[in-house]
């Protein structure tokens, strides 16, 4: 029986409650890709699975529980409990992190992507949690950091700093991403460099605690560039340094790595912005890279765009799509099917990855 991969919710093993305490109760993926839920919620009159507006009623099936099963879709789903009209986090089912909160989920298997993120076969790496201090918000931030299945103290790597989008945090793309389990694959396949993968949290805020998301690239090349180069062994220059980052993490990627082209040579824009994601008036000053194609091509060995073709935010992408047009600037473009959701950020980053730190370019 194939192991069910242990970073995709809260606890290592599914646990469906206790019988004699707390009955059964589960989400369940059917071999026919669709899902069954089962939860317990005896004072209820109406459960139901919210899935951003598309509304899937259980129905009551006797002592307290309720069933159903759907055809939901493919790739992972977020959804919301509502018992009551109330939001419910059922705790027996899968939780990630997401919309600024936990969140339920199922992860339902792509055909195209079976494989990709298998335990089995492989060598695994090691992700570890740090703290650092912060010159910019005055408190200590944290970061996870990946090493490769090979890791050696004694020898030098190239890092990338991956993020995450809005309402997410540090831990995305290990627990919903599966970047780790990716990168493990196209390493034993000889398909991608060894490397750190460092990701931070996005979701700032001020020395008054007060949200501020701009300040996430100055933390980066201020704070957590240094820290990682005083913790770990890697290289430090722009050849050996890159960027890359998901909705609000890819304009988090664009801003820095513009402003900053000394010290990156490589960038990633999943669902990806260049310009402001929301209409502003206010000048880019990170943008004036891309009106001198002289100086942007030695910049990036790599300048990387994708988005989900159902994409909420397409209409976005296809803004910087005219506003790069007749530029001359050198990129990669590509798009995938799906809409704004980690299967689309899988296909990115297993896309992205293998781009990185080769010797041929």
């Not at 994601?277 to 943008?287: A, C, D, N, R, Y």
Request: aromatic share 14%; hydrophobic share 40%.
């Amino acid at each position: 029986m194939k192991q069910t991969p242990l970073d995709i919710s809260v606890s290592f093993d599914p646990y469906a409650g206790e019988p004699n305490r707390d009955g059964e109760q589960f989400a369940r993926v059917t071999p026919d890709g669709k899902v069954h839920f089962r939860v317990i919620a005896k004072e209820a009159r109406e459960v139901v699975i919210d899935r951003f507006g598309t509304l899937f009623p259980l129905s009551p099936v006797g002592d307290g529980a309720w069933e159903g099963t759907f055809e939901m879709g493919s790739g992972f789903l977020y959804f919301f409990l509502k018992v009551d009209g109330a939001d419910v986090l059922c705790p027996y089912w899968p939780i990630g992190f997401g919309c600024c909160r936990p969140m339920n989920f199922v992860d339902v298997p792509v055909k195209d992507m079976e494989g990709w993120d298998d335990l089995e076969g492989v060598r695994h790496g090691a992700v570890s949690r740090h703290y650092y201090p912060s010159s910019v918000t005055g408190k200590y931030e944290i970061c996870l950091v990946y090493t490769p299945p090979a890791w050696d103290a004694a020898k030098q790597y190239p890092v990338l700093y991956l993020q995450h989008g809005y309402g997410e945090n540090e831990t995305g793309w290990i627990y919903q991403g599966h970047v780790g389990r990716i990168a493990d694959r196209l390493i034993a396949e000889g398909r991608m460099k060894e490397m750190l993968i460092v990701m931070g949290n996005g979701m700032t805020q001020n020395a008054a605690g007060e949200a501020d998301r701009s300040l996430f690239p100055t933390i980066v090349v201020s704070d957590l560039i240094p820290y990682i180069e005083s913790r770990y062994n890697v290289f430090t220059d722009k050849w050996h340094r890159a960027m890359a980052g998901l909705s609000m993490g890819s304009y988090h990627t664009s801003v820095t790595t513009l402003t900053h082209p000394e010290l990156f040579g490589y960038a990633g824009l999943f669902s990806g912005f260049m310009r402001s994601p929301w209409p502003s008036e206010e000048k880019e000053p990170h943008l004036a890279l891309a009106e001198d194609p002289e100086a942007f091509q030695s910049a990036f060995r790599v300048f990387y765009r994708a988005m989900g073709t159902e994409d909420q935010f397409w209409d976005r992408f296809a803004g910087d799509d005219a506003w790069l047009a007749g530029k001359g600037l050198a990129m990669t473009r590509e798009t995938f099917p799906g809409g704004h959701d980690w299967t689309v950020w899988r296909r990115c980053i297993r896309s992205f990855l293998p781009r990185l730190f080769r010797d041929d370019q």
